[in-house]
């Protein structure tokens, strides 16, 4: 019988298949607006991955670290992002931020700079907490026992 | 440079001459002294790699050899190839910002790689011999056939990129140092042959690092030519251009906003499907290495990135402040544009960090392709290579999927086009389901795997075809397409079959699944 937390996998895996499914149709349709939709859904596909990514010992981990930050927040970005390149698509402007354009400015620093601030920073911050010694050791038992047993 | 014309006239005897190269920069001392440099220290940081290379693991994986340092610089150099380099500033040239999304997603989709994959792809080098990416699909999925189609799709999507870096490889070499592109592809080929022959896969890690530093090093002249040449006014140059305007300026650039969709998630969630990510995780010496290799990898990427977004915007400015103008459809000489107007050290210092994309990405392809053919596709059809004669098979093949490469490249006409193509979308499609879905999902099955093997290549070789025949063509980049069908065939399939999956999933996988 299937464990709870193999079912949220499950899940997880299908919500995976349906995005790149919507990703497809949104870009065959190819108008701005469901390419809009399309980044959205990228965005909740980038999140479902990032959460099973969590995994450890058969468990997902939905506490604040790595959760809120930086699964959320990275998400929140992207979706920032695409929300400000979207509202500004092709508008001239005399405010350019730094010598960019807002709409390429804004992407910049928050699905850039962003990201590395957060997926990248906090993979290097939080590592133990990702991949704990007591992990391994484990792992590495269950592998010399398996080897010997075959 | 008696040398070169004697080579020159040689090859053009036997029909390799590459005929004329129109020179777009003048090669400066600087530049070939750089260049040569660059080659003997590429050659003997091969051979050394040599010592790394005793075992077929070693030969074909550089498994478990390497620190987090090597292995950071050598993934960030090899999976920004000259795509990235010299592509991605002729992309902007041509799109705008458009593209650079996608370079933007690649470097933050290094960590998420590690995060998602890293330790359970590091883990299998403990479970199982890896040497090769099918390797770890044929223990997965207990599949002959998996670790045969995976090997096919690999082999296939190798040697296409090879021939198709050939003229391109070729071209940057004849503006290097001025020679015929006959005499340029035996420099970047038979550079990269000379030490992967002796050290296979472990020679191309190591190599790829070196590489990546000077990418690094190309990195900090760019960036100091285009605030140079531009004194940071860049963007509203080109949106004051009649011939550019706003929409090269602003977030989403000339492309259709949908093409966003396929930049941001493809190069994102798509670094993880690169070979040249996956194998590295394996190649790290210890566990605790996964930490710095995936932020480092990372970081250096990312500043690698720059290379794309500023050369791209320093060769828009050129032409919108009434500089040259390229013509339409030569938008890939944007680099070049860009570079003429630079110094003679930045010149030699970018077009070497250039020459690094492309060898690191070239040695990496090399060392899969034979790895494929002597390792997998001999083992899956029931012809296993003994493991102490692997190493010497795989000199042989090295040698002979290089030569096969550049005939190909150079003599394969609209078949290397055609081929060239596939790439970045097909790695995805071939290997997200089998390493991202099978590493997690207990419910994957051998069946779904097979399944969405063939509809990737299936699907890639389809789309390509009818988009060249000029019968159809997508409204949006073809791989997107393979990438969500393989996927979804993959879940689909894997719910109605039970072979590797669930119950009956290898006991020997069961601790992958607890990390």
Redesign the interface.
């Known amino acids: 019988m299937a464990s709870t937390q193999s079912k949220a996998i499950d899940a997880l895996v299908v919500i995976g298949a349906v995005c790149w499914v919507i990703l497809i149709i949104t870009c065959w349709i190819a108008t701005p607006l469901s390419g809009f939709i399309g980044t959205i859904t990228g965005s909740i596909l980038m999140m479902t991955y990032f959460v099973m990514g969590t995994e450890r010992k058969g468990k997902l981990n939905l506490k604040p670290v790595p959760f809120v930050y930086p699964i959320l927040i990275q998400t929140i970005f992207w979706i920032l992002s695409f929300i400000i390149s979207y509202s500004m698509l092709g508008q001239p402007t005399n405010n350019f931020i730094l010598g960019m354009h807002p709409g390429a400015f804004w992407p910049l620093a928050l699905f850039w700079i962003g990201g590395l601030l957060t997926g990248t920073l906090s993979y290097f911050i939080f590592f133990d907490k990702y991949l704990p010694d007591s992990d391994w050791d484990d792992f590495m038992k269950e592998v010399e026992q398996n080897k010997k047993a075959a | 440079m008696n040398v070169l014309n004697s080579l020159q006239t040689v090859l053009s005897k036997i029909g390799f001459s590459g005929g004329n190269v129109t020179q777009l920069i003048k090669p400066s001392a600087f530049t070939i002294i750089f260049t040569v440099v660059f080659i003997l220290v590429s050659i003997g940081v091969g051979i050394y790699a040599t010592k790394k290379a005793k075992t077929a693991e070693q030969y074909f994986g550089g498994t478990k050899s390497f620190g987090p340092w090597v292995i950071a610089l050598a993934s960030a150099s090899a999976v920004m190839s000259a795509f990235g380099f010299i592509g991605g500033p002729g992309y902007v040239y041509k799109f705008g910002?458009t593209s650079?999304?996608m370079t933007?997603?690649a470097?933050?989709g290094?960590?998420?790689a590690?995060?998602?994959?890293g330790?359970r792809m590091r883990?299998m080098a403990?479970?199982t011999d890896v040497a090769t990416l099918p390797d770890i699909a044929k223990v997965r999925f207990k599949s002959e056939a998996v670790r045969a189609l995976l090997a096919i799709g690999l082999f296939i999507a190798a040697v296409a990129y090879l021939s198709s870096q050939v003229k391109g490889g070729a071209k940057l070499v004849t503006q290097m140092v001025g020679c015929t592109e006959g005499v340029a592809v035996l420099i970047i080929f038979g550079t990269t042959l000379a030490y992967m022959i002796f050290s296979g896969m472990s020679g191309s890690i190591l190599t790829d690092a070196f590489q990546g530093l000077v990418m690094v090093a190309g990195v900090l002249g760019v960036i100091f030519g285009f605030f140079n040449l531009t004194g940071?006014?860049?963007?509203?140059t080109i949106?004051g251009a009649a011939r550019f305007?706003?929409?090269f300026?602003?977030?989403?650039g000339v492309l259709?906003?949908?093409?966003?969709?396929?930049f941001?998630?493809v190069f994102?969630?798509g670094v993880m499907g690169q070979p040249q990510m996956l194998t590295k995780m394996y190649s790290l010496k210890s566990?605790?290495d996964?930490?710095?290799a995936?932020?480092y990898s990372?970081?250096t990427y990312?500043v690698t990135?720059l290379v794309w977004f500023l050369v791209g915007y320093g060769a828009l400015y050129i032409s919108a402040s009434g500089g040259t103008v390229l013509p339409k459809g030569q938008g890939d000489l944007a680099a070049f544009l860009f570079l003429s107007k630079m110094t003679g050290f930045i010149q030699a210092l970018v077009m070497a960090a250039l020459l690094a994309a492309i060898m690191s990405t070239a040695s990496f392809f090399i060392s899969m392709a034979s790895g494929a053919v002597v390792r997998d596709l001999t083992g899956a059809f029931g012809h296993e290579v003994p493991h102490k004669k692997q190493v010497f098979w795989g000199r042989i093949m090295t040698f002979v999927v290089t030569l096969f490469a550049i005939g190909f490249g150079y003599w394969g006409g609209r078949a290397v086009l055609v081929l060239g193509a596939l790439g970045w979308g097909f790695f995805c499609s071939a290997t997200l389901p089998v390493f991202?879905?099978g590493l997690?999902?207990?419910?994957a099955t051998k069946e779904g795997a097979i399944a969405a093997l063939s509809v990737a290549i299936f699907s890639n070789l389809t789309w390509i075809i009818l988009k060249n025949l000029k019968i159809y063509k997508?409204?949006?980049s073809d791989y997107?397409?393979s990438?969500?069908?393989s996927?979804?065939t993959?879940?689909?399939v894997s719910m109605f079959t039970k072979t590797a999956g669930g119950d009956d999933l290898p006991?020997?996988l069961?601790?992958?699944?607890?990390?």
């Open positions: 910002f650079v999304w933007f997603a470097g933050t290094f960590a998420y590690y995060w998602i994959v330790k883990g403990e479970v940071g006014a860049a963007m509203p949106q305007g706003a929409k300026v602003d977030g989403a259709p906003y949908h093409m966003l969709v396929v941001t998630v994102f969630i566990h605790k996964l930490k710095k995936g932020f990372g970081m990312a990135s991202l879905i997690f999902w207990r419910r997508l409204p949006f997107l397409f990438i969500g069908a996927i979804a993959m879940v689909i006991k020997q069961e601790p992958i699944f607890k990390l």
